[in-house]
């Protein structure tokens, strides 16, 4: 009989590349990586692993045993949940990878729900970009993930998630109501010249809000860059900097600000992620609930328009 430990170790070993980093991972040395996978080729009696310079890659008959091994911790965590499902209540360890706006507007929401509830369920929150949270749901370090999806830049297909959309988040202009750049622009090309907020180039939402100022024919002169959208709406606030900022954020944080509309009324996609063979268990369901309910509470209240640009 396979060992289930020595297989989750070469499937960690195919979704992060190196044995450092599954080492990292799963809390091991890669001596003692390196070791459960030459007990795991003894085992199977097949090679597993081949050098390519500095790096091993995994053979065929590996990227076979990955699939199966798939299968197999997807099975025995629908046991877990049937297991869990027949408790009296829901209980244990929820942990839980979220990126920063819904962490700040809609997780207290959440946790509030839950304590009332379900007391006896503990949630763990740990902020993450959308590409790390992903590999760590993968890798069972978290149980859900929150993210958020942008216009044009669909999210990849992620073999062995179950993804359910939660709400569109609609993207405004924010223009300051006072200093320089204190005006009423008929269009994205008018802000130029201006000094920009923008999340880091390389992700979702700064490559989207560069995509959306070169569409309109100027690069755009990033003088704040940062993956924190309440500096961005502060800076705006303060008449240093222009921001794209999402209307779960302007709807508490912009209250002084010009709020416009863009062509087509673009928004981004939050949504939640769990591993297929957790999607029933009751803690994630749980879970699930909770944040359904603070959503739709927390429908961000509609700004100060001045505008809609054409």
């Known amino acids: 009989m396979l060992n289930v430990t020595r297989l989750r170790i070469l ?8 044995l450092a980093q599954v080492a990292e991972a799963l809390s091991y040395t890669p001596s003692a990586i390196s070791q459960q996978l030459s007990q795991l080729e003894r085992e199977t009696g097949v090679r597993l692993l081949e050098h390519v310079g500095r790096r091993v ?20 965590e629908k046991a877990e949940a049937d297991l869990a499902a027949a408790q009296p209540s829901v209980r244990g ?3 839980v990878a979220s990126f920063q706006t819904v962490v700040l507007e809609i997780a207290p929401a959440v946790l509030t729900v ?3 509830e379900h007391s006896a369920l503990q949630v763990e929150i740990t902020q993450r970009d959308v590409d790390s949270a992903f590999r760590g749901l993968l890798s069972q370090q978290f149980d859900l993930i929150l993210g958020e999806e942008y216009p044009g830049l669909p999210d ?27 005006r009423r622009p008929s269009s994205v090309a008018e802000l130029a010249s201006a000094p920009w907020a923008l999340d880091p180039p390389g992700s979702a939402s700064g490559d989207w809000a560069r995509a959306v100022c070169r569409n309109a024919g100027f690069e755009p002169q990033v003088r704040f860059e940062g993956p924190d959208p309440l500096l961005h709406a502060h800076l705006v606030l ?7 900022i999402p209307a779960l954020i302007a709807g508490d944080h912009l209250h ?20 297929a063979g957790r999607s029933g268990h009751p803690a994630v369901r749980a879970f699930r609930d909770a944040l359904a309910q603070a959503v739709t509470e927390r429908q961000p209240r509609p700004p ?4 809609t640009l054409s």
């Open 11 to 18: 499937r960690e070993l195919h979704l992060r590349g190196t």
């Open 57 to 76: 890659r995994l053979t065929d008959e590996a990227q076979t045993l990955v699939a199966h091994t798939e299968l197999v911790l997807t099975q025995l």
């Open 93 to 95: 360890t929820l942990r």
């Open 114 to 116: 839950l304590e009332t």
């Open 156 to 182: 990849p297909v992620r073999h062995g998630a179950d993804r359910a959309d939660l709400v569109p988040d609609p993207l405004h202009l924010a223009v300051p109501s006072h200093g320089p750049w204190a």
């Open 238 to 244: 303060t008449g240093h900097a222009v921001a794209f």
């Open 256 to 275: 002084d600000a010009q709020l416009i509309g863009l062509p087509a009324d673009p928004h981004r996609t939050l949504y939640a992620a769990v591993r």
């Open 304 to 307: 100060r328009w001045t505008a």
